[in-house]
């Protein structure tokens, strides 16, 4: 009866252990996501919020006007939040942890001063405006080509270039 009992719990722990070690390999698949059941801070939006592009950067947006760092870029919306980076699908979402080497250059490269960097003036960019366009954007350089023709709006009185004045915030 003991040798049974024993033959049984080794074959639960082989098999948890089996389990386990798929799961590291899954989540080293997922391009650095892993999830590690930490809690942000809760921060929920009433209404899909607008964004405005963060002046010297590679097409990164913020959501303005809230004490929480909000970011959107490349389809996935970013949390900094003590020293750490999370990502979700949707501003109000589930926020899994990115280790660094899943975070893209372009959050990396952030300015450390971006949230100053933003006057009064600048355009608020709808959600479903994003949403719909933030791809073709970026691949056509929408905001650069709408500063050097003056046009303005959405954030773009006095930009620079993408990469200008880069640096390390987090």
């Known amino acids: 009866m003991i040798g049974k009992m024993r033959r049984v719990c080794l074959l639960v722990i082989g098999t948890l252990l089996f389990v386990l070690a798929g799961s590291a390999t899954q989540s080293e698949a997922m391009g650095g996501r892993?999830?590690?059941?930490?809690?942000?801070?809760?921060?929920?939006?009433?209404?899909?919020?607008?964004?405005?592009?963060?002046?010297?950067?590679?097409?990164?947006?913020?959501v303005p006007d809230t004490n929480v760092d909000v970011l959107f870029y490349q389809g996935y919306w970013w949390r900094p939040y003590q020293g750490r980076w999370y990502r979700s699908q949707n501003y109000n979402g589930h926020w899994n942890y990115i280790e660094t080497r899943g975070i893209p250059r372009g959050l990396r490269e952030l300015p450390r001063d971006?949230?100053?960097?933003?006057?009064?003036?600048?355009?608020?960019?709808?959600?479903?405006?994003?949403?719909?366009?933030?791809?073709?954007?970026?691949?056509?350089?929408?905001?650069?080509?709408?500063?050097?023709?003056?046009?303005g709006g959405y954030g773009e009185q006095g930009r620079g270039g993408p990469g200008e004045q880069k640096g390390r915030r987090y």
């Open 34 to 62: 892993v999830d590690v059941g930490v809690s942000l801070p809760a921060h929920r939006f009433a209404a899909p919020p607008h964004v405005v592009v963060i002046p010297g950067t590679y097409y990164v947006y913020m």
């Open 114 to 151: 971006y949230r100053n960097r933003l006057s009064p003036r600048y355009e608020r960019i709808p959600h479903k405006d994003l949403q719909r366009n933030w791809k073709t954007w970026e691949q056509e350089k929408y905001w650069d080509r709408r500063g050097q023709q003056g046009r």
